[in-house]
């Protein structure tokens, strides 16, 4: 079995790994299959998304150790795995955790006994603390596609022999790659590229460009009174900043308008 040793803070390398040259492809056909992937992944797990990134570990979540199957909390604040899962079904209520992101690099779970895990000095995951503390954290490491978790002792997060799930290895194997699902809705924001001036209506956008240069000394918003759909033509032609420039040019008050 191929091993993987921790190298640097959030990273993973397989020993005796070159870095390979990757074909570069279209943006907007790599777009287009991860768009896809994503889609059929997230629908074939119940509608629950792989987590990509420290950030998106808030809200519902379970931890897939293989295919369709997750950890599963105890009654007496221990872990296994659960029974696997058909193809379409997500996570069953005892595997569904609360994800607490607490810095960049660091994450809390909380169980549905309302316990977060640690790690005991024996390796073991438990569930067993009432609030977070050092011992409470973990660590997520993405590299490759691949993750891992790292808690408190530096060892990764794993399921043994009898599907315990435990942290006593220092280095990771891929018996402690996993995935993080998660069922909060993820909100797209449209406007994400957009820059702050001109989110909105064409008479907003206008407003918005008007308060950000021109300057008058009564401290009142003067607006150019001609047909406002010019802007929307220029902005259809590719000149939508220019029209913006000359209109507010016209009324002599702007700081960056000759």
């Not at 008058?216 to 900043?241: I, P, S, V, Y």
Request: some cysteine; charged content about 35%.
């Amino acid at each position: 079995m191929s091993e993987y040793e921790r190298y640097k803070p959030g990273k993973l390398k397989l020993k005796g790994e070159k870095n390979k040259g990757k074909k570069r492809k279209h943006k907007s056909q790599k777009d287009t299959e991860q768009t896809s992937q994503i889609d059929s992944d997230s629908i074939n797990h119940g509608n629950w998304w792989k987590v990509s990134k420290t950030e998106d570990i808030v809200g519902p979540i379970s931890i897939e150790f293989g295919s369709h199957v997750y950890v599963k909390a105890l009654d007496n604040g221990l872990f296994t795995l659960g029974a696997p899962h058909n193809i379409g079904e997500g996570p069953s209520p005892e595997e569904i955790l609360t994800g607490v992101f607490i810095s960049e690099r660091k994450v809390a779970f909380k169980s549905g006994y309302d316990k977060y895990l640690s790690v005991n000095k024996n390796g073991v995951v438990v569930g067993r603390s009432d609030a977070i503390g050092p011992v409470e954290q973990w660590e997520p490491v993405f590299e490759g596609g691949k993750m891992a978790l790292i808690g408190w002792n530096d060892c990764f997060m794993s399921a043994d022999d009898e599907d315990s799930i435990v942290a006593k290895s220092k280095k990771a194997s891929t018996d402690h790659f996993l995935t993080i699902r998660s069922h909060t809705f993820k909100e797209v924001n449209k406007f994400k590229d957009v820059p702050e001036e001109e989110q909105g209506n064409l008479k907003q956008v206008e407003i918005n460009y008007v308060k950000k240069f021109q300057k008058f000394q009564d401290k009142r918003l003067r607006l150019c009174t001609e047909d406002r759909n010019q802007l929307k033509k220029a902005k259809d032609e590719g000149t939508f900043h220019e029209t913006l420039l000359d209109r507010r040019s016209k009324m002599k008050a702007d700081r960056y308008c000759k």
